[in-house]
């Protein structure tokens, strides 16, 4: 079974803090993802990366980061927290070429 | 760019059906999803049409593609309370080059009254 991991469940943050969220997958996939979930919105992508090193803007990249350094791990960076980034954070992973993207459980960030 | 839009709530009846309704822009769509999130979990893919198909029937699941209208449904039959998640639809173009976007919907939210 894929397993996509995340670092935190649950986080409160402070404004202006700098805050790293972690994702890990175990099944050697090229792509990876962050989205944003919010009620009413559904899920919006923040960055994803096709392979090691490389990252490209998704729908809503402002106040967000990303690094990728390893295959297996794909970290989404909050450079100073602002109230507006409260939100539920998913990672995915999925296979080049495969239709289907792997979900992690979510990190729920909380900035106060 | 592309929508997809589901309504946010439905309330059914144990061991009734429910129908999850879904449309979308993207008229180059190539696979169209539905994916299941049960309550403090990430999404799992439930299940996935290709454009060229206008039904799928998995078990207790029934996909309905209407392309000319953009109009995609999930019927789960008998539904039980483990059913009890939101359910987001989603859509990809594998024919825009590049990066296959995923769009999803915004998930409907669907409880079953036992």
């Known amino acids: 079974d894929v397993k996509v991991t995340q670092s935190s469940r649950y986080l409160v943050k402070r404004t202006g803090e700098k805050v790293f969220l972690e994702c890990v997958q175990d099944m050697d996939h090229e792509n990876m993802f962050w989205y944003r979930q919010d009620p009413g919105l559904g899920l919006r992508l923040i960055y994803f990366s096709y392979d090691v090193k490389m990252k490209e803007k998704g729908d809503i990249p402002e106040g967000y980061s990303v690094s990728r350094e390893k295959k297996e791990r794909f970290s989404l960076i909050l450079e100073s927290a602002s109230t507006n980034q409260t939100s539920m954070y998913l990672c995915?992973?999925?296979?080049?070429?495969?239709?289907?993207?792997?979900f992690g459980p979510g990190t729920r960030l909380t900035v106060t | 760019g592309e929508d997809v839009e589901q309504s946010l709530f439905l309330s059914v009846r144990e061991g009734d059906s429910s129908v999850i309704n879904c449309t979308y822009t993207d008229s180059s769509s190539t696979y169209l999803y539905w994916y299941k999130q049960e309550p403090g979990a990430g999404l799992q893919l439930l299940t996935y049409i290709f454009s060229n198909m206008d039904m799928k029937q998995d078990q207790r699941l029934t996909v309905l593609l209407n392309k000319k209208d953009k109009h995609l449904s999930l019927r789960i039959a008998d539904t039980q309370t483990g059913d009890s998640a939101i359910y987001f639809c989603?859509?990809?173009?594998?024919?825009?080059?590049?990066?296959?976007?995923?769009?999803f919907g915004t998930g409907t939210k669907l409880q079953v009254i036992p």
């Open positions: 995915a992973s999925k296979r080049i070429g495969s239709y289907e993207q792997y």
């Open positions: 989603a859509e990809t173009n594998l024919n825009s080059g590049g990066y296959q976007k995923v769009t």
